[in-house]
């Protein structure tokens, strides 16, 4: 597999052209889990090297939300595609953070325009 980006948690990266971006929005939870792990495996399939998930429309995230992120990222380095993370509220990036996931994940800028938008709505 290639390192798209060796220093994680090193600061933000632009977005890449290429990407695919799913627009993540609502809250990531119990009640949710199932709905956005299916669509996150759904981007999957349509994503070249690197899929993104853009957290900005986030407005709240629990364990079962943060396991279902964890579990897409282990799928996607088996399909040799790398998952990064953009734009988190200020409260999701603490979580991420605290739970060390920050360093697991590439952060990436939120630019407009850039990769192709499935959206994913969760509740």
């Known amino acids: 597999m290639t390192t798209l980006h060796p220093h994680l948690g ?6 890449p052209a290429s990407a695919t971006i799913v627009h993540l929005r609502g809250e990531l939870d ?5 709905t956005l792990r299916e669509r996150l495996l ?13 957290l900005s429309g986030v407005s709240f995230c629990d364990a079962a939300g943060l396991g279902v992120v964890v579990g897409v990222q282990q799928r996607a380095r088996s399909l040799d595609i790398a998952l990064g993370l953009a734009a988190p509220r200020p409260h999701l990036a603490r979580v991420l953070r605290l739970t060390g996931l920050d360093r697991s994940f590439p952060m990436y800028d939120t630019t407009p325009g850039r990769g192709s938008s499935r959206p994913a709505a969760a509740r």
Request: aromatic fraction near 4%; glycine fraction near 4%; charge should be positive.
């Open 30 to 34: 119990l009640a949710t889990r199932e």
């Open 42 to 54: 759904r981007a999957l399939r349509h994503s070249t090297s690197l899929l993104i998930l853009d």
């Open 10 to 15: 090193a600061g933000l990266w632009p977005i």
